[in-house]
């Protein structure tokens, strides 16, 4: 009788709920899921290759959606046999449920409840019928019996489990299956067993409930799904105990925790409108498509991870690497960390400032040679120098505290020799230099006068980031583009070195001759293909670099540590220089890689040098040079024997005298440019100067300065035209030079054209 009134009552409350619609009654299943948003975003690599798991929702943690068919079929039979026996039965309402609380409620006995899973499933997609503290009103009850029957109507048995799967909170921050089993049991939704998934099925009725009434409800879900003789509860609460205290859901998982971060703290547009085009089968999943190479980005992270472990008894733990695309400036690898190695795993080593090294010298020696400052083959006196700063006495010294004496430019840059470099600065100014590294993206926090001379050598701090891609910049022929985590069409160029100076500096840095004295011949550095690569090590040891461009890639390397401490006897060739040659000899498996080609303006010529020592400076060789700038001979104070042993060949009007003996200016070279030495005093130089022929008279811009073969003179700053002449004031030969020193200012003008 009871049983009759309970129905015809609710029919009668379905008949009068039924004039008004719940607002998410048209939504369809499809839409739900579409709607779905989990607590973290995926990362794909540039083929849709998922490279890491970032959480992105700190309010709620959700998982992914999970399909019906990849939750456990245990899982599954405990959800229905706990929640709602006769689901597969009823069109929404369980009338017999209904009906056996209804007597419940009149005998004041306990009833398991009338509630079924798609009368929750409509409680939890539309806030109006979900229970609030007290439970829910009556008006609640019927709306939720209603919007549950016009689901059964337009979805499916299986539709309804599987959102329901997703969508029910199961304990405190948790939703849905797959942050459940994640977080609980530290696996997948599809590897649950029945213990587990008994587990999982008592937590639906009680989500925050302590162990024991969790453990008694589990027990009894086992019971329903095994036979009563077959089971076993023995154990189940110290399991369940055990699982409600687990944490196994990582806030982040996978190969590029760095990137991942650094690339969705850039993106402007929102995370849910880029989905991976290459998950169709879930669209419900937040995914963002990086540039990054999945392969190559595990291969990066091994090799420095198992480099790391050679050098674990030198006091070096952190490492980072970074891989760019010359042509679109792509982040190919980003590898931020050492990882477990590490004491500081979340810095971003990619990221981080820290002192280059001697890592600008590259942009230093072009921006000289662009300024017709030196050439490749001017030379520079490595030796012991003091500079007078603002700050007190600046003594550079080289890596191996030795001096090499007379040294090339190119010498000097690929053997990477600090005194030459900071010689080098003295002409071209720390505030021009400092302008140039900001053209090439290195973005220093001073002034040029800040740092002083030491900016040659690295005194700055840079992110390895920003001078990867400065090295890129190298190996576009001195242009620059923004790196990029995202793909484009087209980077945007930007002119910021001079092509010609581009090209000499990245053939000193492919020239294994030129970086012998410091790094052999058989280095590291030496690869089977055409590469340009420069080490650099910052002060006290406490950052390596290695830093190198392909015809196609530039690869950086960043090997230290975070604290800063300095590392133990690792140099340039030990610490981050392997790491590189195997990155550079992974990406050029398969795949060429061939010289630049000389850009127009560009001239090569034979060179000699002078003698020194009783031997030439360097070997004679086939030198490049801005045109304009090129000379045959290179020497600095030869005397006239110097002079007839190397037979200088430069080209120069040459006029016989009366006797018929032919007089010449022997040295210097026509076009010689003499950089005033800024440890000597400017009154205590002199510039030597030697001639074959008879009574021989040195006029200098045509004024008279000494007689016979040989001569001596005081430099002075600026372009002078030296005049060979005899007692009648014939000329027998001239030749031109130019004069630079520290601290003269010239006019801004465009850079002398060498006659």
């Given at each position: 009788?009871?049983?009759?009134?309970?129905?015809?009552?609710?029919?009668?409350?379905?008949?009068?709920?039924?004039?008004?619609?719940?607002?998410?009654?048209?939504?369809?299943?499809?839409?739900?899921?579409?709607?779905?948003?989990?607590?973290?975003?995926?990362?794909?690599?540039?083929?849709?290759?998922?490279?890491?798991?970032?959480?992105?929702?700190?309010?709620?943690?959700?998982?992914?959606?999970?399909?019906?068919?990849?939750?456990s079929p245990a899982l599954r039979t405990a959800l229905v046999l706990s929640e709602d026996k006769r689901f597969y039965e009823h069109s929404g309402v369980d009338w017999r449920a209904v009906s056996s609380a209804a007597w419940g409620n009149l005998l004041n006995t306990k009833t398991r409840g009338a509630s079924t899973l798609s009368m929750q499933l409509a409680g939890?997609?539309?806030?109006?019928?979900?229970?609030?503290?007290?439970?829910?009103?009556?008006?609640?009850?019927?709306?939720?019996?209603?919007?549950?029957?016009?689901?059964?109507?337009?979805?499916?048995?299986?539709?309804?489990?599987?959102?329901?799967?997703?969508?029910?909170?199961?304990?405190?921050?948790?939703?849905?299956?797959?942050?459940?089993?994640?977080?609980?049991?530290?696996?997948?939704?599809?590897?649950?067993?029945?213990?587990?998934?008994?587990?999982?099925?008592?937590?639906?009725?009680?989500?925050?409930?302590?162990?024991?009434?969790?453990?008694?409800?589990?027990?009894?879900?086992?019971?329903?799904?095994?036979?009563?003789?077959?089971?076993?509860?023995?154990?189940?609460?110290?399991?369940?105990?055990?699982?409600?205290?687990?944490?196994?859901?990582?806030?982040?998982?996978?190969?590029?925790?760095?990137?991942?971060?650094?690339?969705?703290?850039?993106?402007?547009?929102?995370?849910?409108?880029?989905?991976?085009?290459?998950?169709?089968?879930?669209?419900?999943?937040?995914?963002?498509?990086?540039?990054?190479?999945?392969?190559?980005?595990?291969?990066?992270?091994?090799?420095?991870?198992?480099?790391?472990?050679?050098?674990?008894?030198?006091?070096?733990?952190?490492?980072?690497?970074?891989?760019?695309?010359?042509?679109?400036?792509?982040?190919?690898?980003?590898?931020?960390?050492?990882?477990?190695?590490?004491?500081?795993?979340?810095?971003?080593?990619?990221?981080?400032?820290?002192?280059?090294?001697?890592?600008?010298?590259?942009?230093?020696?072009?921006?000289?040679?662009?300024?017709?400052?030196?050439?490749?083959?001017?030379?520079?006196?490595?030796?012991?120098?003091?500079?007078?700063?603002?700050?007190?006495?600046?003594?550079?010294?080289?890596?191996?505290?030795?001096?090499?004496?007379?040294?090339?430019?190119?010498?000097?840059?690929?053997?990477?020799?600090?005194?030459?470099?900071?010689?080098?600065?003295?002409?071209?100014?720390?505030?021009?230099?400092?302008?140039?590294?900001?053209?090439?993206?290195?973005?220093?926090?001073?002034?040029?006068?800040?740092?002083?001379?030491?900016?040659?050598?690295?005194?700055?701090?840079?992110?390895?980031?920003?001078?990867?891609?400065?090295?890129?910049?190298?190996?576009?022929?001195?242009?620059?583009?923004?790196?990029?985590?995202?793909?484009?069409?087209?980077?945007?160029?930007?002119?910021?070195?001079?092509?010609?100076?581009?090209?000499?500096?990245?053939?000193?840095?492919?020239?294994?001759?030129?970086?012998?004295?410091?790094?052999?011949?058989?280095?590291?550095?030496?690869?089977?293909?055409?590469?340009?690569?420069?080490?650099?090590?910052?002060?006290?040891?406490?950052?390596?670099?290695?830093?190198?461009?392909?015809?196609?890639?530039?690869?950086?390397?960043?090997?230290?540590?975070?604290?800063?401490?300095?590392?133990?006897?690792?140099?340039?060739?030990?610490?981050?220089?392997?790491?590189?040659?195997?990155?550079?000899?992974?990406?050029?498996?398969?795949?060429?890689?061939?010289?630049?080609?000389?850009?127009?303006?560009?001239?090569?010529?034979?060179?000699?040098?002078?003698?020194?020592?009783?031997?030439?400076?360097?070997?004679?060789?086939?030198?490049?040079?801005?045109?304009?700038?090129?000379?045959?001979?290179?020497?600095?104070?030869?005397?006239?024997?110097?002079?007839?042993?190397?037979?200088?060949?430069?080209?120069?009007?040459?006029?016989?005298?009366?006797?018929?003996?032919?007089?010449?200016?022997?040295?210097?070279?026509?076009?010689?440019?003499?950089?005033?030495?800024?440890?000597?005093?400017?009154?205590?130089?002199?510039?030597?100067?030697?001639?074959?022929?008879?009574?021989?008279?040195?006029?200098?811009?045509?004024?008279?300065?000494?007689?016979?073969?040989?001569?001596?003179?005081?430099?002075?700053?600026?372009?002078?035209?030296?005049?060979?002449?005899?007692?009648?004031?014939?000329?027998?030969?001239?030749?031109?030079?130019?004069?630079?020193?520290?601290?003269?200012?010239?006019?801004?003008?465009?850079?002398?054209?060498?006659?």
């Amino acid at each position: 009788m009871i049983s009759r009134v309970v129905r015809t009552v609710a029919v009668a409350t379905f008949l009068i709920a039924s004039c008004a619609r719940p607002a998410w009654a048209g939504a369809t299943f499809d839409e739900v899921k579409r709607e779905y948003r989990p607590s973290d975003t995926l990362v794909l690599d540039r083929s849709g290759e998922v490279i890491q798991r970032l959480r992105t929702d700190a309010t709620v943690r959700r998982g992914q959606w999970v399909a019906l068919s990849d939750v456990s079929p245990a899982l599954r039979t405990a959800l229905v046999l706990s929640e709602d026996k006769r689901f597969y039965e009823h069109s929404g309402v369980d009338w017999r449920a209904v009906s056996s609380a209804a007597w419940g409620n009149l005998l004041n006995t306990k009833t398991r409840g009338a509630s079924t899973l798609s009368m929750q499933l409509a409680g939890l997609l539309d806030e109006d019928w979900r229970a609030s503290a007290g439970g829910r009103s009556l008006p609640q009850k019927i709306g939720q019996t209603v919007s549950a029957q016009l689901l059964e109507r337009s979805w499916r048995k299986d539709q309804i489990l599987e959102a329901y799967l997703n969508l029910v909170p199961f304990r405190g921050e948790i939703v849905g299956i797959d942050a459940l089993s994640r977080t609980l049991f530290g696996k997948a939704a599809h590897g649950l067993d029945e213990r587990e998934a008994a587990v999982a099925a008592a937590l639906v009725r009680a989500p925050n409930a302590k162990a024991a009434p969790v453990t008694q409800r589990a027990c009894g879900v086992l019971k329903a799904m095994q036979a009563p003789a077959k089971t076993d509860c023995e154990g189940l609460d110290l399991f369940a105990t055990a699982a409600l205290q687990r944490k196994s859901f990582d806030a982040t998982e996978g190969g590029a925790p760095h990137l991942a971060r650094r690339l969705l703290s850039v993106r402007a547009e929102p995370v849910e409108a880029l989905r991976g085009k290459t998950l169709t089968s879930t669209s419900s999943v937040r995914t963002v498509v990086s540039t990054v190479r999945a392969p190559l980005q595990r291969f990066a992270a091994q090799t420095l991870t198992q480099h790391l472990r050679e050098l674990r008894g030198r006091h070096v733990e952190d490492g980072a690497i970074v891989v760019l695309d010359n042509g679109t400036g792509e982040v190919l690898a980003w590898v931020g960390s050492s990882g477990e190695l590490s004491g500081a795993a979340e810095v971003d080593g990619v990221l981080a400032l820290r002192q280059p090294g001697s890592t600008l010298k590259p942009f230093l020696y072009a921006q000289a040679i662009a300024e017709r400052r030196i050439t490749a083959a001017s030379l520079l006196d490595d030796s012991s120098a003091h500079l007078n700063t603002a700050s007190g006495l600046y003594i550079p010294q080289n890596y191996d505290r030795q001096f090499k004496g007379l040294v090339s430019s190119r010498t000097a840059l690929g053997a990477s020799l600090n005194v030459p470099a900071v010689r080098t600065l003295v002409m071209v100014s720390p505030d021009a230099f400092h302008k140039q590294l900001r053209a090439v993206g290195l973005p220093l926090r001073e002034t040029g006068d800040y740092y002083g001379y030491s900016l040659a050598l690295g005194s700055s701090e840079v992110s390895l980031l920003a001078l990867t891609n400065a090295y890129r910049t190298l190996a576009n022929g001195g242009r620059y583009s923004a790196t990029s985590l995202s793909r484009q069409a087209r980077p945007d160029f930007k002119h910021a070195i001079d092509p010609g100076a581009t090209f000499i500096v990245s053939d000193i840095l492919s020239d294994p001759l030129a970086r012998a004295r410091t790094f052999g011949t058989d280095s590291l550095l030496a690869t089977r293909f055409w590469t340009a690569v420069k080490t650099g090590t910052s002060k006290d040891m406490r950052d390596n670099w290695a830093l190198g461009y392909s015809q196609r890639y530039t690869v950086g390397v960043w090997v230290g540590n975070a604290s800063g401490a300095p590392m133990w006897d690792v140099s340039g060739t030990s610490g981050a220089a392997p790491v590189w040659a195997a990155l550079m000899k992974h990406l050029h498996q398969h795949e060429p890689s061939r010289a630049p080609v000389p850009p127009a303006g560009l001239v090569q010529k034979n060179v000699q040098f002078g003698m020194q020592a009783g031997a030439p400076v360097e070997a004679a060789r086939s030198e490049w040079f801005i045109r304009g700038t090129e000379q045959v001979v290179f020497a600095m104070d030869s005397g006239a024997a110097d002079a007839r042993a190397i037979r200088a060949s430069s080209t120069k009007r040459i006029i016989t005298s009366p006797e018929g003996a032919v007089s010449r200016i022997t040295a210097p070279a026509n076009g010689t440019i003499v950089a005033l030495d800024p440890d000597i005093p400017p009154n205590r130089q002199r510039l030597s100067f030697a001639a074959e022929g008879n009574n021989l008279r040195w006029q200098m811009d045509g004024k008279e300065f000494a007689r016979g073969n040989n001569a001596k003179w005081l430099p002075w700053p600026g372009r002078h035209r030296v005049t060979l002449v005899d007692a009648k004031n014939q000329v027998l030969d001239e030749i031109r030079l130019e004069v630079r020193g520290a601290g003269i200012r010239e006019a801004k003008s465009p850079a002398p054209q060498l006659r």
